[in-house]
């Protein structure tokens, strides 16, 4: 248990589907993080909450809708996906200043 | 701005066998420095982080040393176990600390055969 969890795991999900991402952290951590990780690519930062308000959108496509109603909560909303999107959609949370990541085990997003 | 670059992998040991991932950095100011790792099907951990130069991280029998003169990071274990086998990931935050810009290397994939 990571303190972090992610649903769904896995997800298949044709180009006109709308589908969610949902994560919640159970540490009391005031910054929740969108990334994306590919194969053979370093892990991309998408967006940043701190204290439920976005700081950081870094270039993310609209076709990616980020939410967080609480500190606890994240949501990563999909629609009109491309291919080029499959990958796993990690989601972690940190408390301010030096403290680590927390990350949860992902979703594995599959885009037919 | 800010790089980080591991060695490619993979990297493929015996059990006890002495392992070196090299990690080096590019960064304005005074960074930190962290190794994630990655199990198969999960999320990234933290391993071990040093926050200034010449600070060593050490955590599990891994170890790395804060190289501010040769802007390095590498990590090191001893003996490594089948249970190491996975993927490590060094990372840089920018100056000031914050975690809210973690710039991650690539990855390298260990691989220990008992």
């Known amino acids: 248990e990571t303190g972090v969890t992610q649903t769904p795991r896995h997800l298949v999900m044709g180009m006109t589907n709308k589908k969610s991402l949902k994560c919640e952290q159970h540490?009391?951590?005031?910054?929740m993080y969108w990334y994306k990780q590919s194969a053979k690519k370093p892990l991309e930062l998408m967006f940043v909450?701190?204290?439920?308000?976005?700081?950081e959108n870094n270039s993310v496509p609209s076709r990616f809708s980020p939410e967080c109603p609480n500190s606890s909560h994240l949501f990563l909303h999909l629609h009109t996906l491309q291919p080029e999107d499959s990958a796993l959609y990690l989601c972690a949370s940190s408390q301010d200043g030096l403290g680590a990541l927390h990350f949860g085990n992902g979703t594995r997003l599959t885009v037919t | 701005g800010n790089s980080v670059t591991q060695m490619e992998g993979p990297v493929t040991l015996s059990e006890e066998a002495f392992l070196t991932i090299n990690c080096t950095y590019t960064a304005t100011g005074y960074p930190s420095l962290f190794w994630y790792v990655q199990y198969p099907g999960e999320g990234l951990q933290l391993l071990l982080k040093a926050t200034k130069a010449d600070d060593k991280g050490s955590n599990k029998g891994f170890e790395a040393t804060y190289r501010k003169e040769t802007t390095s990071f590498h990590l090191e274990k001893g003996s490594v176990q089948v249970s190491d086998s996975a993927v490590y990931f060094c990372a840089l935050s920018r100056s000031g600390g914050s975690n809210y810009k973690l710039t991650f290397g690539k990855g390298t994939l260990l691989t220990v055969n008992p």
């Open positions: 540490l009391g951590h005031n910054a």
């Open positions: 909450y701190n204290f439920k308000e976005q700081t």
